[in-house]
């Protein structure tokens, strides 16, 4: 099958990637269409130490099951958890499995991802794609269930003043989704394209080189991918006021913490979310995702479009195998 596969620092189309096997529990998607992000471009970075097939962030159809228990979602339509857990650890058995101590996560760490004709994924990390969702929808859903872990981990409401560093994909639906609970978030931003995008849903826009950071914000999401964003982050959040780190930097500056410390700031990392709620969110149309979508490449040209995902305009970018 083809393949797009990081190795020795180097990512190539492969077309002779073995087709990969489904264990008794593991069934195949014969992928339809992947999204490109921030953490791919991370991994060639170093990030993870991964090698293999890059994405984790598809939509296809399940065409094969390893075992009978698989054998329902055959011909279903699905999107699926990045996190490949073993169910039996302290941290899998106190609800939190995607913490899980033994966990694969697709096309990041230990598992083959989604940038290639087939996966393979334990059936329990598939989710049925309601028919009336597209699947230029659906490729959202993972990314959308990270930006809804957000308002899952620190409870939001509309007294509080909420800013979101970053103008990226994760940003805009970050700040739909804090909308859609009812918060006005302000979002910080670099490139006038994207920050058109969220001026177009009526979130209030701020140009990095306008902010004033005056440590006034109970919550800041951060967003950036860059490790310069905790830093204005620690600018902008008030004393005992919380931070969220949405991003994961393969490597940066030593930084100065100590304003941490003087305004007792809660810091908080934050990753997956709920893959549920962000189908039900999409099926809503409670998240504009269409607006988000810069590109879409054929398979044959995904260098082209890791490429294109890196460019400082673009927003998503997929790939359709
Ligand atoms: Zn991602
Ligand atoms: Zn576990």
Redesign the pocket.
Known sequence: MKALVFRDNQLSVINDRPEPQPAADEVVIDVRLAGICRTHIEITRGYMSFEGVLGHECVGVVSRAGGAAGKKWLDRRVVCEINC?????D???TGL?NH????TVIGISGRDGAFADYIVVPQRNCHRVPETMSDEEAVFVEPLAAAIQVVKQVPVDSRMKVTVLGDGRLGLLVGQVLQSVGCSPRLVGKHPKKMAFAEKRSIRVVPLEDLKPANTDDLVVDCTGSPKGLETAMQLVRPRGIIMLKSTCAAGEPLNLSPLVINEVHLIGSRCGPFLEAIEMLAKKEVNVSGLISRRFKFDRSLDAIRAAGDHDSLKILLAM
């Open positions: 857990v073993c169910g039996k650890c941290m899998c058995l499995r899980c101590r033994q966990r």
